[in-house]
C-alpha cells in the first residue's frame, strides 16, 4: 500500500476515533442539554410507529421541533427517509442541514447527533428475520463502541 493511502487511512481513522471520543463525553453530559432526551424518555417525547412487513422492520417516529438528540449506535448500514420538517445532523463527516422529502444512508459503526429545527417525521428501515422491536434493537444497535460490529478498521 503506497504512503499517501495508509496515511489517508491513518488520518480518517483518527477523525473517526475524535469524534467517537467527543460523542462519549457529551452523552455523559447530555441530560444537561436544554431540550435533550436520552432512552425512554426520548421514546415518550417521540412517538413511534413500528411495522414489520416483507422481512423488513420499519420504524417510523415523529420529533417535535426544538430538540437535541444522541442517536443510538448503529451496527448495520441502513436506509432512512425524512418524510417531512428539517434537522442539522452532526457526525464524522460534519454537519448537513437536511429539509424533507429526503433520503440517506446511516452508517455501521455511526453515532450522531441531531437538532431539530422544524417538527420531523423520520422513518429508518431494517432487513430483518426479527419478529419483535426488543430482537430488532439487540441485532442493529450496538451498546457502545467496543462492540465488535462497528470496531474501527
Known amino acids: 500500500m503506497s504512503e ?11 477523525k473517526k476515533q475524535d469524534f467517537r471520543d467527543a460523542i462519549k463525553e457529551i452523552e455523559q453530559n447530555f441530560s444537561k442539554i436544554p ?15 413500528s ?3 416483507g422481512g423488513c422492520y420499519i ?15 448503529h451496527k448495520q448500514d441502513h436506509p432512512f427517509f425524512v418524510m417531512s420538517g428539517k434537522l442539522s445532523i452532526a457526525s464524522e463527516e460534519g ?7 429526503y433520503q440517506g444512508i446511516t452508517k455501521a459503526g455511526t453515532q450522531r447527533i441531531i437538532y431539530i429545527h422544524e417538527d420531523v417525521v423520520f422513518i429508518t428501515v431494517h432487513a430483518t428475520d426479527k419478529t419483535t422491536e ?3 434493537i439487540e441485532q442493529v444497535i450496538a ?5 465488535p460490529a462497528i470496531a474501527l478498521k
Open 4 to 14: 499517501t493511502i495508509k496515511s489517508n487511512q491513518e488520518e480518517k481513522l483518527a
Open 35 to 49: 431540550g435533550s432526551y436520552l432512552g425512554k424518555d426520548c421514546d415518550k417525547i417521540n412517538p413511534v410507529k
Open 51 to 53: 411495522t414489520f412487513a
Open 59 to 73: 420504524r417510523e417516529i415523529f420529533t417535535p421541533a426544538g430538540q437535541v438528540l444522541l442517536t443510538q449506535i
Open 95 to 101: 454537519v448537513v442541514e437536511i429539509e424533507a422529502p
Open 134 to 136: 426488543e430482537e430488532v
Open 143 to 147: 451498546k457502545d463502541f467496543d462492540d
